[in-house]
């Protein structure tokens, strides 16, 4: 063989195999935005977004979701975190939000933190604290928190008040 004819032997060996682990790779980064875009936190995420009604507000009905939802999620002995980015297309605009989600015990998952980024560039809001049952309250009946089962713990609520009611007077 001529050494010519053994270059181009490496050099499409190369080749193949740079393409098997490309393809290798690209399997598994699709099979985790796969999961992730289909998981049962981005389910609940979309729905909350869906409902509501300040992105309504800014952006008009939501049409549609893009098809990339970015982030993580992390489950460890029966309890779980995520941080979700979703493109959300609205009747008038496009924004991307961020959703926090958790679940205990098993749980289903509940939103605890929800924002996106207005025109201006700021960070808007989408989840009063007192409603979401991560503030010092639980969630009212019939808010977006309480629809997706966020659960009540009325004994630890009333210490976060308490706690609350004493930081507010030291400050005064």
């Known amino acids: 063989m001529t050494t010519k004819k053994i270059i181009v032997v490496v050099i499409a060996i190369v080749v193949v195999l740079g393409l098997i682990v490309l393809?290798?790779?690209?399997?598994?980064?699709?099979?985790?935005?796969?999961?992730?875009?289909?998981?049962?936190?981005?389910n609940v995420s979309r729905e909350f977004l869906n409902n509501n009604a300040l992105l309504k507000q800014d952006i008009g009905e939501v049409k549609e979701f893009g098809k990339l939802v970015t982030g993580n999620i992390n489950i460890d002995s029966g309890d779980g975190t995520a941080q979700l980015s979703l493109k959300v297309i609205g009747e008038r605009k496009t924004v991307t939000a961020t959703v926090e989600l958790i679940f205990r015990n098993g749980k289903p998952w509940r939103v605890i933190s929800a924002s996106y980024k207005n025109d201006?560039?700021?960070?808007?809001?989408?989840?009063?604290?007192?409603?979401?049952?991560?503030?010092?309250?639980?969630?009212?009946?019939?808010?977006?928190?309480?629809?997706?089962?966020?659960?009540?713990n009325h004994a630890q609520d009333a210490r976060a008040t308490a706690e609350a009611d004493a930081i507010i007077k030291l400050a005064a």
């Open 23 to 42: 393809i290798f790779v690209g399997g598994i980064v699709g099979s985790i935005f796969y999961g992730i875009s289909n998981s049962e936190a981005a």
């Open 120 to 152: 201006e560039g700021q960070a808007i809001d989408l989840l009063n604290p007192y409603e979401s049952g991560t503030g010092v309250r639980g969630p009212r009946r019939g808010s977006p928190a309480w629809v997706l089962g966020s659960p009540v």
